[in-house]
């Protein structure tokens, strides 16, 4: 049975930066392109960034230059970087492994 499980949310200050990371177990994390999506109140789940099994990383207009996605295969576990906070970065963020394994998500709120 595949789990994913997301840590790292929390408060913090416009401005400030999180660690946002996501273990898989179950499954052979390498073989997976990975996905953080984010989900708003009253906002569709979108996608934030992702990683490819070959570590090519892509990333929303909006968040590049601020976020960085990363993956350690010997962890199985990919990271999500996010730096320089905006209020409207506030949201559940999920880990998503393959295309069809989710997380239960973990709250990122930025506020001051």
């Known amino acids: 049975q595949v789990q994913v499980v997301e840590s790292g949310g929390g408060l913090v200050q416009p401005g400030g930066s999180l660690r946002l990371s996501c273990t898989v177990s179950?499954?052979?994390?390498?073989?997976?392109?990975m996905g953080w999506y984010r989900q708003a109140p009253g906002n569709q789940r979108a996608r934030v960034a992702t990683?490819?099994?070959?570590?090519?990383?892509a990333y929303v207009d909006s968040v590049k230059d601020r976020f960085d996605i990363s993956r350690d295969n010997a962890k199985n576990t990919v990271y999500l970087q996010m730096n320089s906070l905006r209020p409207e970065d506030s949201a559940v963020y999920y880990c998503?492994?393959?295309?069809?394994?989710w997380g239960q998500g973990t709250q990122v709120t930025v506020s001051s």
């Open positions: 179950g499954t052979i994390f390498s073989a997976y392109g």
């Open positions: 990683i490819s099994r070959y570590g090519n990383t």
């Open positions: 998503v492994a393959g295309g069809q394994y």
